[in-house]
Structures are given as structure tokens and as C-alpha cells.
DNA sequence: AATAAGTTCGGTAAGTGAACGAATTAAAGA
DNA sequence: TCTTTAATTCGTTCACTTACCGAACTTATT
């Protein structure tokens, strides 16, 4: 209740979930230098945690001078959370114990009928996932869901999502909460892919990066001081209608988008007809251009170019430590090596751009990073925002690439 | 010492002395409500900062049922800061009050021979101005000094700061520390404006805003969060090398800048040069616009178009609560016209474009934000990053434009 | 014997709730 | 109209709780 009475407390917890989540297992008696706390007050904490079921004691040092410490760690099972990748086509859900390690995963073809029906499916996967896993369903704490499209705070609706039918009529978080019962995070899959690029990516370097996702359409997240940037209308980040490959002037851009219309699957598809009067598939034309068709290396080019930038345009204002790039069509390497032959002809300084490391599993991992950001917080830091409370260490990145279905 | 010893005591001072601050005269009792502690509590630290001075009693409450309350302000001239704009023309220099008030202010022209002649005008002034206050030189606590170019953080000297000689070779923040014996903190202009703006435009409204300044230069200063966004390598908001207006891949742009080429002082004068042949100044080439003059009124049309289209980057980017726009250019409103008219054409929300409120008092009020905001977290949170410190309220827009020479 | 881990004990700082005295206004009654 | 009483708020005092630390001590190793 009182301002004061938990506050330290809180501190303090939370600095000690802090040394014995990023130092593995660890004792007390090192704890207790890590954190500055004395002995006594790390014992008693712990004692409290090991009570509670969330530390737990793991061996003891050997070897040594001296007494042989008990170590502790952070009981893995002692939590469960789910991240969902939903998208247009594929729903891909993770189920995670507390150290962020992928326990299940499953993948289905998005329910057509979307709407509440996708809800459903949502629900049934995670449920199928706690099931497979043999723990206790009481143990999932949170599941964060990322979305193709912009989340309506007040309504819960997904806005800008065409891909899934009637997901901006419905409440997604109020239904998935109700149908699970647990806390659920919904946030755009860009905004996840950018945090889990720099969990898993550079976390402890940097806490500064700009993900760039080309695909269906293009899209922006970007992480500063560990956070992400979410603008005031929620809108940082739509790169899509920097003013740039088309002429922005013209009303068309002004309902897509001027650089979505120049470098995003529809465009690419259009510009290689007008060049060469076939029609394509975008892996289609990244083959014809690998296999020397003039008319492919000139289209892609062009949107390696528009690419460039946009990255130019990014790092002008922000200053990341660097671009990762993904997506569908941001992945592919030969685009990747023209982006960066054009972006380094435009700007003073070396930019550093580099490929997605987690690929399709990017948004996945994000929303494992925020599941367990929220998780620690609330759990050892009860609400508290105290400032200092950085994500759990990233676990392997192969981690994330168990399940290698497309 | 012990982690646990203060940082108690800290918050409960740091958000006793928020609740005055911000509520103006204000009782003990009603700190107590708005901030949750005791009374006892309360008491018990306004006691301890008003035999430090740093606060005082200035009267009584009236007319209310019950018994009276004293109510406690900070005491104003319990510290003095100053804020001085280094311009590469001019010097401008103010001395304020705790509460943000400026008591007094000057303008010199530059000390040409630049380096530490410099330093020596600046703490001359500074001296000066405490003099004329008839304040004790000790009541001084913090300097704030803007500067036109990128302070280098490990040597202190000033980067890209052409206009002033010299001041790339010397330790600006180590030569004036060693002079003037206080606090001293460099920081560019343009993000001084920006934290300027922010304060006195929508502080407590929003979070969140982009300063665009168009003059000699083009640069931005961006407040994210309350914060300044500096980026990784101090260079974020470098919007002069945006890709418009000129061609970015040409090495001419590597130097200065694609945008820079195209929409500061140097592109006006010479594409006007260009088109008309007549060599005229940039407030020329204005005035030339306004009596009809149809090559004037192209140059600056492309000029607002360029500005727009770098607005419509940061929009898409950041996507702030609002740009405003400053400089000696940009504060121009026939300019601001036109930029709005662009600017509408090309991005499918409305923008809130605005011409800055305080023109050539921006950087100053920034620099008096900035240490404020120091001199609170130092005085009063002693050091502690407790993550709830907010700017002090601004005082009113007038008392920075004061001193209206140029 | 030296060293490190972990516990026990006494003491301090900070903060709370409840009770109380002080000061004031509003309203009821003479 | 004047006086008394009730209601209300401000601010302090007091007893108690929480959280922490340092030092001394026990335990278990090399």
C-alpha cells in the first residue's frame, strides 16, 4: 500500500532477479557484490523467490578456497508465454518458459474466414501448445500477439491489415483475454521484429536499431534506448509513404504510399510487365534477374535504389546503430548487396545494414522479448517502473529456427 | 552510501519538490495528497530544504473552511543559471532563476579571433550578468552553452562549426569549467530549440517534437519521451543530407548535403543567381518574391517544396506531435506558407506544421530548460535517475523575447 | 591455517497510521 | 444580531513496521 514500503523492496528484487537471470547460476554471496545489497538482504530475498517457486537452487561451487556455495538460477517452468506471429497467410505460435527458450511451436495457414474465427484459432493453438507441453495451464502468464497492421488502443481493433478479414471489426485483445484469460500484448509484427532483431541481435551493445521489412508492403520499427519508438498516432515508422520512387505529389501516393508504390511485391510485379510486357511472380523476376534478364536487374535495381533511400532518409533523422533489413523481399541477399552499393554512394558516413538474422521467425522472438519484459516487470518489480529494467539475456538465436517450415 | 539509505528519501524529496514546483504556493497537506506520503513525511522534508533556502513559506491559505495552511514555493533566487547561445555572428547570454524567469540579458557580437577568446567573452558576460543581478557569484550553479556545430564528447572541442575559428582545436567545456568554477554544459542549438520549444510550446500536452531550423544550414532537433534523441553517433536529426532537391549521388552532395544543397542560404542565392542572373541577398531574394519578382517566386516555392518533402521524412520516420519550423529562413511566414501547401499535397494525415514561438530566443529558453532539469535532478534527486523528473513548468513565453534586438 | 559462504544480532533510517491539538468557517440557537 | 456549537482541515507527536546494513560468528572447504 504504502509508497514506501515496497519500493525498496522492489529495487532490490528486482536487481537480484536482474544478477541471477543475466549471470546464470549464481550465489548468493556473489549476488549480493553484483547488486551492491548485503548479504542478508540477497539471502532473504531469495529465500522469498525460492518459496514462491521462482528461483531455484541448482548445485553448488566446487574447487574453490573456501566454503562451497549453493547457486540459484531462475526456475524455467516456473512460467510459461506464448508469442503469436499472425499474419495474412500463416499463423505461427511459440510457447516459451522464462529464460525465452522455445519450448513448442506451431504453424497453420491463417483461418480465411478471419474475424473472430482467427480468435478462435489463436486460442486453440496456444491451448494445443500448453497441452502438447504437459504443464499446467494455469502456468501461462502472457501471449503477445503480432499483427500485420496497426493496433487500435482504445478499440483493440487492428486497423490497416487487409490481409485478414474483418480483424478491424472485432476487440482482438479483449476476445483473446476473455477466450484465455490471460494477459494478452497485441503490437504490430514489424515493431516485434525490430525488438527481437535487437534482443537476440546486439542487446548489451547497442540499445539503438531501425528494422526495415519490405514485403506486401513496407514498414519500419524502431528501437531507441531499448524502447519502441510508437510515435503520437502510433504511426512512427510507415516508411511506406516516404516521398520517394514514385512522385508523392500524385493522389494515388497519397492512399499507398509513394515508396510502397516503387518498391513493395505489387510494384515490382507492375514495373517488370511495363518493362518487359510479362507477367511475373516476385520470385519469378528475382530469378529472371539472376539468370541475366535485363529488364529484372533494372526493376530491381530500382527498388534497391528507392531502398537506399529510405535507409539515407532513416538514418538522417535517427542515427541507429544499424538497419537490419527483412521481409519477404528485403531478405534476399542480391537485393541486400545493391541496397548497400547504393546507400553508400549517398551518405557521408558508413551505414551499417545487414540482413535479418531470425528471418520469419523475427516478430516471434520479439514478442517473446515483450512477454518477458512484462513479465519480469510485474512479477519482481510489481508495476514499479524503475527504470532500470532491462530484457532477459537473449537465449541462441538457433533457438528460433527450430521449426523450419517456410 | 548503502543503496537502501537514500534512494528512499530520494523520491520522496524529488516528488515533494515536483508537487511545488508544479503547483505553485502550494500546503504540505496538499503535497501530501498529491504525492501519497504522510504528512509527517512532508513536513518533515520541506523542513529540511527550507533551512537549506531552497524553499520558503509566503503566506497563508483564506476563506477555506478549517484551520489555515501555510503554503511553500521555491524560493527563486536560491540558485542563479545561465543560458548562452554562441551564434558564429553573435553571442547571446541570459541569467535566470530557479523558477525560469530571466532576470537579465545580453547580446554581443562574436569575438572574431574565435578559440579561446571565446571562452574568455563568454565567462566575461556570464560574470557581468551576475554583477548586474547583485546576486552573490556563488548563487551560480549551472551554464548551458549552445553552440552551432556537434560537441565532441571525450575532447570538448566543437565540430562542423565553421563560423566560429578555432573552436574545433579547444575544450570549450573544460576551458569555461576551469574560468567560471560551475557546472558546464555544451549542447548543439538546434536540439537547444528543439528542448526550447518543447518547454514552452506543449510541455504536459505532449512529449514529443521536431525542430526544423533552415538558415546557413539545414538541421533538425528531435524530442522524443521528454528527451532529446541524439542518436548513436550524436548525429540524428542530420536532416541537411536528406535525399531531395539535388541529386544525393553526386559527390558535391557527400559534402554538404543533398537538402542542404537545395534549401539553405547558399542554394537560395545562387539558384536565384542562376535563374535571373542577379546576384541579390537571401532577405533580397524574399523581398524580391513579395514585389512579384517571378524568379524569386520560383526559387523559394522550390524551397518550401524541398522543406516539405523533408518534413513528410520526419513525419513518416518519427511521426512527432508537431514541427516547428525556425531559423532565419524558416521562420519566414511567406515560407511556411508554402511549405504547409506542400506538405498537405503529399501525406495523407494532417501535419501540424508551426512556426517557432520563440525565433532567436529558442536555444536560450532550451539551455534554461536544460539546466533546470539539471540543477532539479542534482539538487534535489541527487544524482538518482528515478525516471519521473519532468521539466520544471516554463514561465510565459514573454520572458524570453524580452530583449528584442535581432 | 586461510578463505569464502552464509547466518545471527543489534542498530539505523525512513515511513506509516492513529490520535490529538490548533485554527478556522458554517450553522444553529438565544 | 450575537454567541455557541459542530464540522473541517492543518499540522504535530507517538508508537510501530519495514528494510537495510555492519560486524561478529558458524560452517565448510582447499
Chains 1, 2 share one sequence.
Request: with cysteine.
Amino acid at each position: 500500500m504504502s509508497n514506501y514500503t515496497n519500493i525498496s523492496r522492489k529495487i532490490s528484487q528486482s536487481s537480484v532477479i536482474q544478477a541471477i537471470v543475466n549471470y546464470g547460476p549464481i550465489s548468493r554471496a556473489s549476488v549480493a557484490k553484483l547488486t551492491g545489497l548485503s548479504k542478508q538482504t540477497v539471502s532473504e530475498i531469495v529465500a522469498n523467490f525460492e518459496v514462491k517457486g521462482w528461483l531455484r537452487a541448482v548445485g553448488q561451487t566446487e574447487g574453490h578456497i573456501g566454503r562451497r556455495a549453493v547457486v540459484y538460477e531462475l526456475s524455467p517452468t516456473a512460467a510459461l508465454i506464448a508469442s503469436v506471429d499472425l499474419g495474412g497467410a500463416k499463423v505461427r505460435a511459440a510457447l516459451c518458459d522464462l529464460t525465452g527458450r522455445v519450448l513448442f511451436e506451431l504453424l497453420e495457414p491463417t483461418e480465411p474466414k478471419g474475424g473472430q474465427d482467427v480468435v478462435h484459432q489463436i486460442s486453440r493453438m496456444i491451448r494445443s501448445l500448453v497441452s502438447s507441453s504437459g504443464s499446467s495451464y494455469e502456468d501461462l502468464h502472457t501471449a503477445v500477439i503480432g499483427v500485420p497492421g496497426v493496433p487500435d488502443t482504445d478499440t483493440g481493433a487492428i486497423l490497416l491489415a487487409p490481409n485478414i478479414a474483418g480483424i478491424d471489426q472485432i476487440n482482438l485483445e479483449g476476445s483473446l483475454n476473455q477466450e484465455l484469460g490471460i494477459e494478452i500484448i497485441v503490437e504490430n509484427d514489424v515493431n516485434l521484429s525490430a525488438l527481437g532483431e535487437h534482443w537476440l541481435g546486439d542487446q548489451g551493445e547497442q540499445d539503438n536499431l531501425a528494422f526495415l521489412s519490405i514485403g506486401t508492403g513496407i514498414g519500419a520499427g524502431i528501437v531507441l534506448a531499448g524502447n519502441l519508438l510508437r510515435g503520437i498516432s502510433g504511426a512512427a515508422g510507415e516508411v511506406g509513404f516516404l516521398p520517394f520512387g514514385t512522385d508523392p505529389f500524385e493522389p494515388e501516393s497519397l492512399k499507398s504510399g509513394a515508396l510502397e508504390r516503387a518498391a513493395a511485391t505489387y510494384a515490382i510485379i507492375n514495373n517488370y510487365k511495363q518493362k518487359s510486357g510479362q507477367d511475373k511472380t516476385v520470385p519469378g523476376v528475382f530469378e529472371a534477374a539472376s539468370s541475366g534478364d535485363e529488364d529484372a536487374i533494372k526493376v530491381l535495381d530500382d527498388v534497391a535504389k528507392n531502398i537506399a533511400l529510405a535507409i539515407l532518409a532513416i538514418v538522417s533523422i535517427i542515427d541507429p546503430s544499424k538497419v537490419v533489413v527483412g521481409g519477404s523481399i528485403g531478405s534476399r541477399p542480391e537485393l541486400l548487396e545493391r541496397i548497400i552499393a547504393h546507400a553508400s554512394r549517398c551518405f557521408p558516413r558508413q551505414i551499417k545494414i545487414e540482413k535479418t538474422k531470425l528471418g520469419n521467425h523475427a516478430a516471434l522472438a520479439g514478442g517473446v522479448a515483450t512477454a518477458l519484459y512484462n513479465l519480469h516487470l510485474s512479477l519482481f518489480a510489481e508495476g514499479q517502473d524503475i527504470g532500470t529494467i532491462t530484457f532477459p539475456p537473449a537465449p541462441s538465436l538457433e533457438n528460433f529456427k527450430a521449426c523450419e517450415l517456410s
